[in-house]
Nanobody, 124 residues
């Protein structure tokens, strides 16, 4: 059975940094595309960033470009989301997800497994 567990969220001030982690059980990240999504209160879950498992193509939503970085540590079977220069509008629950597919990775429906999320709150 596959499980994804996110960690690293918290309460920070605008301009601070956080690093989120995603740890799997039951799968190896190197064989999956990985995405991070977020959901703010009262809003739809939205795409943040993705990295494909073949070709290592990475795509960011415009609002986080230059501030967020996705990375993988295949030796540890971990995926990270480094978030710098955080803004209050980054406040949301952040979810890690994996997909076997290589395309459509900005769509929620592409992903096969999801974590339970970790809360990120950025105070102004």
């Amino acid at each position: 059975q596959v499980h994804l567990v996110e960690s690293g969220g918290g309460l920070v001030q605008a301009g601070d940094s956080l690093r989120l982690s995603c740890a799997p059980s039951g799968l190896t990240f190197s064989s999956y595309s990985v995405g991070w999504f977020r959901q703010a209160p009262g809003k739809e879950r939205e795409f943040v960033v993705t990295n494909s498992w073949i070709g290592s193509r990475t795509y960011y939503t415009d609002s986080v470009k230059g501030r967020f970085t996705i990375s993988r540590d295949n030796a540890k079977n971990m995926v990270y989301l480094q978030m710098n220069s955080l803004k209050s509008e980054d406040t949301a629950i952040y979810y890690c997800a994996v997909a076997k597919r290589l395309y459509g990775l900005d769509l929620r429906t592409t992903y096969d497994y999801w974590g339970q999320g970790t809360q990120v709150t950025v105070s102004p």
